[in-house]
């Protein structure tokens, strides 16, 4: 610190301050992605989840098999791929999460919020089928995988395991119950006794999954208590979530080089070998061939929307905060077509391996391909373990399996993660030094909500949360989305932005798409899926009328958010004064909320400005800093016996950078001289000319603020 005459001070300039003040701009940025290869590959993996392997391939299956292709195919091109253009490009060109970005129509702010909701529920449920994914992967490292026999306490005299019942077979015998009969030695009647018994064999796989594993109460109403290993799990996925996204985007870019890539190779190796399974083509042949019957049925198409945008992520938050963090001038285009395309083409490949499974077990319990699964998430549990059993060294295959589902998920529920905390840092800029913090807050308090579902009615809730907190709610958010996007801001401005930030014009056919083509299809949609919509049911019988209440408030949540938050915006903007110099009308007030405020900008321009703060803030900081150290090196001067002496502390000039530094004060004759080096200024105020005694304090140099 330099002193200058009539008592003021100046900072120096040195590397050291430079490199606090970078250091200081430093925490206040949001951060980017490496390079277009993480976006690209994290997108990928976000869309890329579970959904793939278990969702797909159950709706799939559910819905007539390969007529299911056609509506999907047909929504994904007028709905999902315009829909996920269009979250990527406004992310990327603001730089901001999936709440700020509604600076752009500030009415519509509560469907960030809403979409976060959906988001939040979606990250609870899918982090306890992690948890599942967790416990078998565990439960691969024994002698004897626990889902090939029949042999535990638990099972049922229907259990039914081809390993096992091969002997028995294979000397046309009849297995049943862990027993072979010999139909020679039996009396015809208790022969076709035991022949309609085995029309209802339940296969081991699942038997462990729902005996086993949930050990499943008979109703939601009937939690019997926590199942502590499941706890555990839960858990330690959370455990495991937190790591990865301890450093935001600059781990979790990394670890989907690994992650993103490795479910290929075992998809795979699991087709060639369920290509190889007696019966698969019963299977594939069902997964191909269409039933143009179903195409009437609204529940087809309705499916078909809600899994594009579960398969796409679109309408939850995450999209629009991956793309955030990418450099303004990166090409968004093609990362939508890729990630788009290459999502779709997964889901198509999932389904030979999921339906080549489904043909083996069809065929290996005598019933037909339709019958052979009960719900979505049993395929994960159900299905690929019984395949994986019949591989050589099926521990290895197992654990091979289940670790990729662990990593498929995990790119799905780190990115809904970090939506919720990227949302949560840009409101409160100060958090940003804190990410850690709160991303622990978030994940602690995601466990907690998830505790339910480590009871015995666990699934119950999961199969209630995962049925009513996606679907048509994502489609009106896709809605809202479109709608304010192509019409209150423009899609000519959404087709200007892209042109800026990749430097090439887009087609016009994208205008006609994003104005009418996408909100029709979406509309058409909705309304299906609203006059159509059919209750949760579990085996054929609805859940109690709270558990269906409950349900539909997780439904209607995101929409009362954007309804309410609308309200309030608007009597906020009515209470507080107009700050245009113009004065305008409640009219001309109200339509301001649908326009761009002033946080609305290129993300490069609000990177700048968040610089420039971040700067200002730290010199005013620092000049603080100096302030009050000084403050602290001159002591209080005081008149004694006729005198007036004044202490510097040294050490604190020392530490300051003034090596020898002495002040001092004396009140005879009335002068008041401060020394300071070989220099000599005359002190303001300390004594008077006359010789009177005074008294002061802080009597100092000025002080430069």
Request: glycine letters at 8%; a neutral charge.
């Amino acid at each position: 610190m330099k002193f200058r005459k009539k008592g003021k001070f100046e900072p120096e300039t040195t590397a050291a301050a430079t490199g606090d003040a970078e250091t200081s701009v430093k925490k206040s940025d949001r951060g980017q992605w490496g390079n277009q290869a993480e976006f690209i590959l994290s997108c990928l993996g976000y869309a890329m989840g579970l959904g793939n392997v278990w969702k797909f391939p159950y709706t799939c299956f559910s819905n007539g098999g390969g007529a299911y292709l056609i509506p999907y195919v047909i929504v994904l091109t007028f709905i999902g791929i315009p829909t996920f253009f269009l979250e990527l490009i406004m992310g990327q060109y603001s730089g901001k999460g999936a709440v700020q970005v509604w600076c752009l129509a500030p009415f519509f702010k509560g469907v960030g919020m809403g979409s976060l909701l959906i988001s939040g529920m979606i990250n609870i449920f899918y982090t306890m089928l992690l948890a599942y994914c967790l416990y078998y992967f565990a439960m691969c490292f024994q002698k004897n995988l626990p889902w090939d026999t029949c042999q535990h306490s638990y099972n049922t005299p229907a259990c039914f395991n081809q390993r096992e019942a091969k002997p028995c077979h294979d000397v046309e015998g009849i297995w049943y119950n862990n027993t072979c009969y010999n139909t020679t030695t039996l009396e015809p009647e208790r022969t076709e006794e035991l022949k309609n018994l085995t029309q209802n064999l339940v296969a081991s796989s699942q038997e462990y999954f729902v005996r086993g594993v949930l050990e499943q109460s008979d109703g939601i109403d009937q939690p019997n208590g926590i199942k502590m290993e499941l706890a555990l799990c839960l858990l330690g996925m959370w455990i495991l979530c937190f790591f990865c996204i301890l450093k935001g985007i600059e781990s979790s870019g990394k670890i989907v080089y690994f992650t993103t890539t490795f479910p290929y190779v075992v998809l795979t190796i699991l087709l060639i070998r369920g290509a190889l399974l007696d019966g698969s083509l019963i299977g594939i042949k069902f997964y191909l061939t269409p039933d143009w019957k179903r195409l009437g049925d609204a529940k087809v198409w309705g499916d078909a929307a809600g899994q594009i945008f579960f398969a796409l992520s679109v309408g939850a938050g995450g999209l629009l905060t991956y793309s955030s963090y990418s450099p303004f001038y990166s090409n968004i285009y093609r990362t939508a077509l890729f990630v788009a395309i290459a999502n779709a083409c997964t889901d198509w490949y999932a389904g030979f391996v999921v339906f080549s499974a489904l043909g083996y077990m069809a065929k290996s319990q005598n019933t037909q391909v339709k019958d052979v699964a009960t719900s979505g998430s049993g395929l994960a549990f159900v299905v690929y373990p019984q395949v994986l059993a019949t591989l050589p060294v099926p521990q290895l295959w197992s654990a091979m399996f289940f670790f990729m589902l662990i990593l498929l998920g995990l790119d799905s529920l780190n990115a809904g993660v970090e939506a919720l905390i990227t949302s949560t840092v840009d409101k409160w800029t100060l958090l940003r030094p804190y990410k850690t913090l709160v991303a622990l807050g978030w994940c602690i308090l995601f466990y907690l909500l998830g505790l339910p579902m480590c009871t015995r009615a666990g699934f119950y809730w999961l199969d209630l949360v995962s049925y009513y907190s996606s679907g048509w709610t994502l489609v009106i958010i896709g809605i809202i989305e479109v709608v304010v996007f192509a019409w209150v801001y423009g899609a000519k401005k959404v087709m200007a932005h892209v042109k800026e930030m990749t430097g090439n014009r887009l087609y016009p056919h994208w205008w006609f798409v994003w104005t009418f083509i996408t909100p029709l299809f979406l509309l058409a949609v909705l309304i299906f899926n609203l006059v159509y919509f059919k209750p949760l049911l579990w085996n054929k019988v609805e859940p109690p009328t709270w558990a269906t209440a409950l349900g539909w408030c997780m439904t209607l949540a995101p929409l009362a958010i954007i309804i309410i938050v609308g309200i309030y915006v608007t009597i906020r903007t009515y209470m507080k004064p107009d700050p245009s110099p113009v004065k305008r009308n409640c009219g001309q007030r109200f339509a301001q909320l649908f326009k761009p405020n002033s946080d609305w900008m290129p993300a490069y321009e609000a990177k700048e400005l968040e610089e420039k703060v971040a700067r200002a803030a730290y010199r005013s900081k620092s000049e603080q800093d100096e302030t009050q150290s000084q403050d602290d090196a001159i002591s209080t001067i005081t008149r004694v016996n006729g005198k007036i002496d004044g202490e510097y502390d040294e050490d604190k000039a020392r530490q300051n950078g003034n090596a020898s530094v002495r002040l001092e004060a004396k009140g005879e004759n009335g002068h008041a001289v401060a020394g300071y080096g070989d220099n000599h200024y005359q002190h303001n105020g300390i004594a008077s000319s006359t010789g009177n005694p005074v008294s002061y304090e802080n009597s100092a140099y000025e002080k430069d603020l």
